[in-house]
């Protein structure tokens, strides 16, 4: 865990204009802090002397005002960096993980809490910890070299002393950098088991297992809030130790300068300027400390993300970098070529899917096979979300896949017709696209019609709308190949038999491959194809 790693400006652009901002401000936030000792020195000898203290109390007041300004510059600064490379990390990191095959995309309790609490977690690190930072390396320096020029001998104190806050910092650092990786270790494990508590929540409470999980929820939160306590600890620990030590440096500053004042080697005015000039050198980087312990998931954030991040390939958007692109073409637009392939899931040694070949054109092919021989692996490899481990698939074009659990976005219906189109289709034609897969009726009684608000992932509607509406989205597109994969699964007669016409509406003018289990799709098939144990054989019509 470091206090700042370069490769974040490389990750998130965004953040170099306000560093450097930050870095000019700091200087400024210096500046001003020095202006002011030497103005409420001046203003006390005035005092004290009789002299022109209305003058010197208009240059306190001035240097008070800058030092405000330069404050709240640096919040206003910080604040909105720290937006803007959150939600950019969030973007990048999901780019990265539609870019890449299933394969290398992180478990979805890990994404998820990267992509949720790491990139958040980012947020205080950029607003409070990076200022306090540039502030840290930025202002001892100017406050010690005004001390150089005032009273050498305070100066020396501080440059003996000064390098001891940065070390014992460094030292706790690395105690809290273990608390920091088990405390994320617990929030992934608690993210993740209550995803699938959620998820199960149905089986479990009519198998009347619930009440088991909330003990076991309970106790995964018991162990992350142990590492959060144990996180706290240190962090109240390392702030008290670098007090005390800026405390004890800034005392002997003090007393070497009453020593001299007493024995009249030293004017008021620079003993005074020495006894405000040296707490100028330590505060900056007693705030880094504390900041950073602040700050410490957004550290373990950042590292984790840039980690992340670090695999990624050029990937401008997601959805232009999703897989088929990247496959070889065949000559026809409206064909699947798949040569040899080989599948075995990650972690896995067994073969899905070995030596499977299958050539596609024009029309409709299907592919039927017994439950878990490998059709939605075959799917997911022709539409390049997972890579074979032997063969190749060739592509005509871009394809539009359905998959058995069509991704609804949380929005109106009309967004989710027109998410899978390059040219966003008119409302007439979402019409009659939805008329097509027999759910115009359906859509037109609900309040809002196309505008009506679908939940998460299609909440609201039953697994069969969700896969006819996934379907009407198909009609929409402009793709040459679809890829269906149990387009008449959760269906009654009627409308398996409505999307029977609609996958043979596709098939005219596209290449369509659609797994099924369903006699009467086989039947209106151009092709058919079986997959066995290992192997695809075309069934004679
Ligand atoms: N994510 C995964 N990790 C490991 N193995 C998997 C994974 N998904 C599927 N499998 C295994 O791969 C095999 C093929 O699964 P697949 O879903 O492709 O079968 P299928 O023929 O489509 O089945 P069905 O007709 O029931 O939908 C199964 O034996 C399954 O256990």
């Known amino acids: 865990m470091r206090p700042f790693d370069p490769r974040l400006l490389r990750a998130a652009p965004e953040l170099r204009r306000p560093v450097a901002a930050l870095t000019v401000v700091a200087a400024l936030q210096g500046v001003a802090a020095i202006g002011l000792a030497f103005a409420l020195a001046r203003l006390v000898v005035d005092v004290v002397s ?4 209305q003058r ?10 800058a ?3 330069l404050a709240a510059l640096v919040d206003r600064v910080g604040a909105s960096a720290s937006h803007r490379v959150s939600s950019g990390l969030r973007r990048r990191l999901l780019a990265r993980w539609l870019a890449a095959p299933a394969e290398s995309r992180p478990d979805p309790e890990r994404a998820s809490t990267l992509a949720v609490q790491g990139a958040s977690a980012v947020e205080p690190y950029a607003a409070r910890f990076l200022p306090a930072l540039v502030a840290g390396v930025v202002v001892p320096f100017l406050a010690v070299g005004a001390l150089v020029l005032v009273d050498p001998l305070s100066a020396l104190v501080v440059v003996l002393t000064l390098p001891l806050l940065p070390l014992f910092a460094a030292l706790i650092g690395r105690e809290t950098e273990d608390d920091t990786r088990s405390r994320w270790r617990a929030l992934e494990q608690l993210a993740g088991h209550f995803g699938d508590v959620m998820r199960g929540l149905p089986t479990l409470v009519s198998y009347g297992r619930a009440r088991r999980q909330v003990e076991v929820v309970g106790a995964v939160s018991a162990q ?7 996180t706290l600890r240190v962090a109240f620990l390392s702030s008290s130790a670098l007090e005390l030590l800026a405390s004890i440096s800034v005392a002997i500053v003090a007393v070497t300068v009453g020593l001299r004042l007493t024995h009249g080697s030293m004017t008021l005015e620079a003993g005074l300027l020495a006894i405000l000039l040296a707490p100028e050198a330590y505060w900056p980087i007693r705030r880094v400390g504390a900041e950073f312990h602040a700050a410490a998931d957004g550290a373990t954030a950042v590292d984790a993300i840039l980690t992340e991040l670090a695999g990624a390939t050029d990937c401008p958007d997601a ?3 999703l897989g088929p692109k990247a496959l070889p073409r ?7 070529g798949v040569e040899g392939v080989g599948y075995a899931y990650p972690g896995s040694e067994r073969l899905v899917l070995d030596s499977v070949s299958l050539e596609a054109g024009p029309g409709l092919t299907v592919v039927t096979g017994t439950s878990g021989v490998g059709k939605s692996t075959l799917l997911d490899l022709v539409a390049g979300l997972r890579v074979p481990t032997a063969g190749r698939v060739l592509l005509g074009g871009p394809v539009h896949y359905v998959t058995q659990r069509p991704f609804l976005p949380d929005g109106s219906i009309a967004e989710a017709l027109r998410l ?3 040219t966003p289709p008119s409302d007439a034609e979402l019409w009659s696209a939805l008329d097509r897969v027999g759910l115009g009726t359906f859509v037109a009684g609900l309040p809002d019609g196309l505008g009506t608000a679908l939940g998460d992932d299609g909440f609201g509607l039953s697994a069969g709308q969700r896969t006819r509406l996934a379907l009407a989205r198909a009609l929409l597109s402009a793709a040459p190949v679809v890829l269906l994969d149990e387009p008449t699964a959760h269906l009654d007669a009627p409308s398996a038999a409505t999307v029977r016409d609609v996958v043979r509406e596709l098939a005219r003018e596209r290449c369509v491959v659609a797994v099924t289990h369903s006699a009467d799709l086989v039947v209106v098939a151009d092709e058919h194809v079986h997959l066995t144990a290992a ?7």
Do not use: Y
């Open 50 to 53: 009789g002299g022109d203290w």
């Open 420 to 422: 899978g189109s390059a």
């Open 535 to 541: 192997t695809l054989e075309a069934v004679p019509a």
């Open 224 to 230: 992350h809030r142990t590492a959060t306590m144990r």
């Open 67 to 69: 030092r405000a300004v």
């Open 319 to 321: 959805t232009s970098a």
């Open 330 to 336: 065949v000559p026809s637009g409206q064909s699947v």
């Open 56 to 65: 010197s109390g208009v240059w306190v007041v001035g240097a008070f005002a």
